[in-house]
């Protein structure tokens, strides 16, 4: 494996590689959910190139930029492991020089809403280092994870609109045991919120089970998901209270169904339906999202004509929820 | 020669072509400048593919969008016979589909001032366009006129920013026999203004002349070009003024020295020194530009440690004003 700190040293190595190219972007403290990337990069591609840059521009005032966790000689090894031929692990003075001046700004409700409303200028930054990378790596397919629902919409959104030539996978959420999506900030959890952590996917496959049944809406999932992530279980009765309020509790962010390309809040569930959501642990921030999309067929809110399926990625299979043997479980969406 | 409709018929057009692949990208309407690009690109490529796409959002409201001049077949016959191998001509459905919302801005100065300040949104129509039509042709060399100066400033920034992996090369301006330089909006001009539009190449070349006195500095040369543009030749006597006030008069919109990098405006000459203006004939605006770029060196107001170059795109022999006899003159930077 070659690891370039340059952008020409990354060109003259990556011009060596056979194509088809496949790219894992990170920003490295690498865990199980990037090497699936990388090894669904490999299923496809001829040479998997990675990249390890923690970018500062995605990142707001008071966020955890320096405090992001950083192994390199870790994430080296790994995706050596992994098979990855090429690693790029630039320097920010390589990738921000003096005078730089240019943004690649994604509009409207789908950087605006939900993450991007958490957190203002974060999808510019994700914009112009994943158009960056592009241009440095000139890969033929990009991997990104599916956990990141938004960014990966957005990331289609301006690959698409920039004509840029790569094609945009997304890769199904990998989760620890106990359904805790992986996550390179799972490490900021204290052993109390990490044992409530995983709560957040038990809500989303909570949300999905009542979006399963004949007629549900998307206020059906919400109210089911949220009532899982914030209600106590069992009877309501004072010990039950006393035992939640005294350990970590969530405090909910945003839990809403979306189209997964535009992220428009949904009333009707349809073939491109997701569940996204984003909670905090204490000062930890976590999202997790699940599809819970429908044939257009078995929306009996639309019209006869909505019979015919609008998308064919979307495998009729998935309006089920996952299996509890499913652990650890993949999105259902593929 | 291919012409392309589609982004798909033109990339399988362009996969076929020995590179390197030269990319010449017009609004139509061609002329001897573009031709000249052509034969640039050929001088240098394998293979040279060109655009012709009237971009709608490089147009402010109440600019020439619906009467910019279009010729198609003449275009095509054009461009086949300078050589070109595809001809990626799109409708704006194809490059702004449904859904359309990413955009493409360079920060600061550089796209705020000169052209900037006298078409708002002009540049980021330009941006987004040309990272698109590079996005699609992946040329190795893309080819722009010097003519459009900060135009070709902003490209080269995002180019660099971005790493879109194309080298922008800046072609010197064709002029008419009088000076002129050649633009697609010459048409516009009645035959009145076209008597007097080779005024604002005169007025340069005025200004480029005071520029290369010993010791001169900018100023030198804006207030030569500016009352070469703006004063009557010869004695003011009344004959004169009136005859001036008869014809067509230039309202000048800038005339100004900035580096040619920045467009920040310079004091002292410098070897980035360039000259650049903007006028109008009745509602025509033309522009032009010319190098005033002097040696490091020659620069009296610079420490002695900028002897060395700071750049070796601009010659040192372009201190010289062009002579007399270059007509049709290229603009002397090459």
Do not use: W
Not at 189 to 207: K, S
């Amino acid at each position: 494996m070659i690891a370039a700190r340059t952008i020409p040293e990354a060109r003259a190595a990556l011009r060596e590689l056979p194509r088809p190219l496949g790219l894992v972007p990170t920003m490295g403290a690498l865990h199980a959910g990037h090497l699936s990337l990388v090894q669904a990069a490999k299923a496809d591609c001829t040479s998997v190139a990675a990249s390890v840059f923690v970018n500062p521009t995605q990142f707001g005032r008071g966020e955890d930029f320096d405090m992001y966790p950083r192994d390199e000689a870790r994430d080296l090894r790994l995706l050596e492991e992994a098979g990855v031929a090429v690693v790029f692990m630039p320097t920010a003075d390589q990738m921000y020089p003096e005078g730089f001046a240019t943004s690649v700004h994604v509009g409207g409700r789908l950087t605006e809403s939900f993450e991007g409303a958490s957190r203002p200028s974060h999808f510019d930054g994700v914009a112009v280092i994943v158009t960056k990378l592009l241009g440095v790596v000139a890969p033929d397919v990009l991997y990104l994870g599916e956990k990141d629902a938004q960014q990966l919409a957005i990331v289609r959104r301006f690959v698409r609109d920039l004509d840029l030539p790569v094609e945009v996978t997304g890769v199904p959420t990998l989760r620890e045991p106990d359904g805790l999506a992986m996550s390179s900030r799972n490490v900021y959890l204290t052993p109390e919120q990490r044992a409530v952590a995983p709560d957040l996917y038990r809500a989303l496959l909570a949300g999905a089970a009542a979006g399963g049944a004949p007629g549900a809406a998307a206020k059906d999932v919400v109210v089911a998901a949220t009532s899982a992530l914030l209600l106590p279980d069992g009877p309501l009765d004072s010990d039950a209270v006393d035992e939640a309020l005294a350990g970590p509790r969530f405090e909910l962010d945003y839990l809403a169904v979306v189209d997964e390309d535009t992220f428009v809040p949904e009333g009707a569930l349809g073939p491109r339906s997701r569940l996204v959501a984003a909670a905090r642990l204490g000062s930890t921030r976590l999202i997790d999202t699940i599809s819970v999309a429908v044939p257009a067929g078995d929306d009996c809110t639309d019209s006869p004509s909505a019979n015919v399926p609008s998308s064919t990625s979307v495998p009729s299979s998935t309006n089920a929820s996952p299996s509890s043997s499913a652990y650890p479980a993949k999105d259902a969406t593929a």
